[in-house]
């Protein structure tokens, strides 16, 4: 199914999702038959003018196949000639069926219009093994390949830890009042809002904030409509880091080693505080058997330190309007380039942790798709990442 862009020039821009589950025997995916092209294919379709990749493969999953999903790791895209002479872009991701757990993320969507019949027939569920015949187009199964590499190495089941920096903030030179107080420009406001539909792709489902009003308020919106409590905590913000870096370092460390649910964690800090925390990201990675250099070194997190899901000392919760007044390569920003093996062939790309000033735009965040630990991978490794912007209003 799918949406015209629009757009006259450049590649068609769509976006779908390999569905995967655990069968009683091997690894199962979920394809759709489409009538009109008689064609068993991945879930997808045309993204909608200024709507992310990301955000436009979960809508289209949920519309061709009647099942909320949450996005996992990133798979290569498809590019293929149209009879018009247009490239069209197929981006694709990993993704689970939504369970109970990711209720935040699914409250946060707005209701989605499921295919007709003339759109989709058939839905339904084919081990690996006969997946790759039972596909139409041979193209499609290069991320069928991928999905399969990832599941050998053990890194298929993870789980997403998101760091956002605030949206665009009134000047300071501008801004009378106190610098814990600066509030967010109309563009930060407006993606803000755009954060929404991104944050729930990934399945968040806990917020945690710096509790100076830029950054309250630019997660604010996803935990007024995914009804979660907007947690803060002071080491996120600039004077906090300036005081104890050490502390918003831990935090991160200990949302990455999580509580063993699949289950998503955004942490929205400060440009200041970045750098810190892009630190401990690099030191999570994984390095895939066979792409170059030993494996990451382990994360520590202190005996003690916090409480389960990044909440440790300084935390507070509010709720998503307390003191707010009456008021990531891909197309949407995230790199992952085509090529096989995968994951192995691209695993410098994929794992790719800014280390230069400023490190993350306004309203920008970096997605972490973490090991739940399955065979030999230990976890709260970072098995791939990507990098999410939501579009200007």
Known sequence: MGNQSGESAGPVRAAGCLVWRRGAAELEVLLVH??????????????????RAAVCAVRETVEETGRQVVLGVPLPPVCY???????????????RVASDLDNPAICARPTIRIARPAEIDKTGWFPLSKA????????DTAPLDALAAWDRAGALDTRAVLLLRHARAVKRSAWSGDEASRPLTRDGWARARGLVPLLSAFGVDHVVSSPWARCRRTVAPYARRGRVTLHTNQWLSEAGAAESPERAARLLAEALVGGGEATGIVLCAHRPVLPGLCEVLSGALWTA?????????????????????????GAAAAGPDAGLGATAGRGDGSGAGAGAPWPLANAGELTQIPSEDPYLRTAEFLVAHVAMGSGALRPGRIVAVGRHRPAAA
């Open 34 to 51: 489409r009538p009109r092209y008689r064609d068993w294919s991945w879930p997808k379709g045309k993204a909608k003018p200024g709507e």
């Open 132 to 139: 790759r015949a039972r596909l139409t187009r041979a193209s």
């Open 81 to 95: 000639t149209l009879k018009s002479g247009r490239v069209k872009r197929v981006e694709y991701w990993a993704a």
């Open 289 to 313: 058997p066979g792409a170059g250099g030993p494996a990451a070194p382990g994360i520590g997190v202190p005996a003690g330190f916090g409480s389960a899901r990044g909440l440790g000392p």
